[in-house]
Nanobody, 124 residues
Framework: QAQLVESGGGLVQTGGSLKLSCAAP????????TGWFRQAPGKEREFVAA????????YNNDVVKGRFIISKDNRKTTVFLQMNNLRPEDTAIYYC?????????????????WGQGTQVTVSS
């Protein structure tokens, strides 16, 4: 079973940056597609970004395009989410998750394994 460990969350002011990390076991990292989701209080879980395991093609929610960048480091078997120009509405718990290989999906139901989440809070 995949063990995903997120880190890098915290408190930041509007306009600031954070970089989230999602560490995964080698086999999980090399086989599965990885995505980032977020969930704010009282709201449904929302797709943020995903990266294909095959060719590292990235997919982003329109609300974060131009601000958030997903990437991965094969040597560290880690997927990153660089978040720039943060806004108060970005405040949420951020989760990484893995899905079967293929074109990354924006649907949470397509992802099989989830990390424990990391809190991101953006103050105004």
């Amino acid at each position: 079973q995949a063990q995903l460990v997120e880190s890098g969350g915290g408190l930041v002011q509007t306009g600031g940056s954070l970089k989230l990390s999602c560490a995964a076991p080698y086999r999980t990292f090399m086989w599965y597609t990885t995505g980032w989701f977020r969930q704010a209080p009282g709201k449904e879980r929302e797709f943020v970004a995903a990266i294909s395991r095959v060719d590292s093609t990235t997919y982003n929610n329109d609300v974060v395009k131009g601000r958030f960048i997903i990437s991965k480091d094969n040597r560290k078997t880690t997927v990153f989410l660089q978040m720039n120009n943060l806004r108060p509405e970005d405040t949420a718990i951020y989760y990484c998750a893995t899905a079967q290989p293929g074109t990354p999906s924006s649907s949470a139901g397509s992802y099989d394994h989830w990390g424990q989440g990391t809190q991101v809070t953006v103050s105004s």
